[in-house]
């Protein structure tokens, strides 16, 4: 596949959801290396809808520790159960958060960040990452994006 994302002009959020997921899907299924696919992902999703930052966390030894991203500069570790990430890492489910700031516990790596979606990412049913999607919009995700990125996700798991 060409490295060139289509996406359609005045699409609705699930109509670009749909165009992009088999793009990322063919871009990343031939390619071995993680952190190569794990960077295109970010790229298309924050290329595709202008997200504030995206990115991922992977587990090394007892934290999570920054990989591949999209956007500002951010938090480089975040400890089990803490913050967003950690939340989702140590609950193994996705984190829908609509005001960051009324998350207990919430790591402000940015204080333009408003809403934010945590989806983990499994390896024999152990949390390996997690996907950190982050708007300067309050309650800029819904169930909808919910849906998708999990879709996309398990997309990522069928590579490793």
Known sequence: MSENLYIPAEAS????????????????SGEPDLYANLANISSALKEAFGFFWVGFYLVKGSQLVLGPFQGPIACTRINPGKGVCGTAWMEKKTQLVPDVELFPGHIAC????????VIPVFKEEEVVMVLDV???ILDDFDAEDQK??????????KTF
């Open 148 to 157: 998708y990125l999990e879709r996309l996700i398990r997309i990522l798991e």
């Open 110 to 117: 940015s204080a333009a960040s408003k809403s934010e979606i």
């Open 134 to 136: 982050d708007s300067d």
């Open 13 to 28: 959020k699930s109509e670009k959801y749909e165009a992009i997921l088999p793009q990322i899907e063919a871009l990343i």
